[in-house]
């Protein structure tokens, strides 16, 4: 017979943390590994704050209220009967790659699962953009801001005007930021993904794929890596907008302590959360 869905909810919950720490332990070696021995990393480093981020995440999936009720469960159903417990979350794990069979009426009741995108769903949505449709985007793009330009980027001088896959869009906000923006598409549906994102004080003079000099715009890089990771499929136009809200990069305030520069580092506010009541993306620290 098997167990009522509650439990089977509950055996999810605490096997999806289990997997998250888990995950998160192989972190420290490859930040070792990418540190430069023997001088350690600085507290601010892009690597650092995304291992913080994670931290934070399991943090709060543990104090949930889903982890919460599953922990208290398991800590009543060992009180009633302790017997024969071992540690079954590799047999969970193998369990969970297993396709549900035909028979078994509703195995497993879903944990709601929200996306992962930090991007917003509006009304205002458009079809993402496609290659096809790249050259009009840009004339319209800077035809319509005069404080930003948008850009394809050739690398050396080309003979054709083909665009290239991938190919690199730079954005600039003048006195505030230089972008490159790696994209690319498949001949299926021709529709352009952003792959990466690097960025540059407005007078650095670097290749799109080196990083800059200031860390404020490492961190900004690791901050736009951090929004693709969430949603690969996002689309240009949307991925535009996040891009455009850094026009007051060093003036505005963060939506959380109210500062434009963070009491530790003194950085500006390089994370972006939209707001759905506003509908603008809102200004906040890493550290916030
Ligand atoms: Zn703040």
Not at 157 to 162: K, L
Request: charged share 25%.
């Amino acid at each position: 017979m098997s167990p009522p869905p509650a439990v089977e909810s509950q055996v999810q919950a605490l096997t999806d943390l289990y997997n998250s720490i888990q995950n998160a332990r192989h972190h420290p070696r490859d930040l070792l590994k990418t540190s430069i021995a023997p001088n350690p990393l600085p507290l601010t480093h892009p690597s650092l704050l995304l291992y913080s981020q994670q931290l934070k995440d399991i943090a709060h999936t543990l104090r949930s209220d889903a982890v919460q009720s599953a922990l208290r469960a398991a800590k009543e159903s060992e009180k009633a009967d302790g017997q024969n417990i071992m540690n079954n979350v590799r047999r969970e794990n193998r369990k969970r790659r297993r396709p549900p069979s035909p028979e078994s009426p509703q195995p497993y009741t879903v944990i709601e699962r929200q996306s992962s995108s930090l991007f917003p769903v509006t009304k205002d949505d458009v079809a993402p953009l496609k290659s096809l449709e790249l050259i009009e985007y840009i004339r319209q793009f800077n035809k319509k801001n005069s404080s930003y330009k948008l850009g394809i980027w050739q690398g050396t001088r080309s003979s054709t005007r083909d665009l290239k896959n991938p190919a690199i869009l730079r954005f600039t906000i003048k006195d505030v930021l230089t972008a490159y923006l790696t994209v690319s598409y498949t001949s299926n549906d021709l529709v352009l993904l952003v792959e990466s994102v690097t960025t540059f004080g407005p007078r650095e003079r670097k290749l799109p794929h080196s990083q800059s000099d200031y860390s404020v715009y490492r961190m900004l890089s690791q901050e736009f890596g951090r929004m693709i990771h969430s949603d690969p499929q996002v689309g240009l136009q949307k991925f535009m907008t996040l891009l455009c809200s850094y026009e007051n990069m060093f003036t505005m305030r963060c939506d959380k302590c109210q500062r434009v520069l963070c009491v530790e580092g003194h950085v500006a506010a390089v994370e972006r959360v939209w707001n759905e009541s506003d509908g603008q993306w809102q200004p906040r620290h890493v550290s916030c």
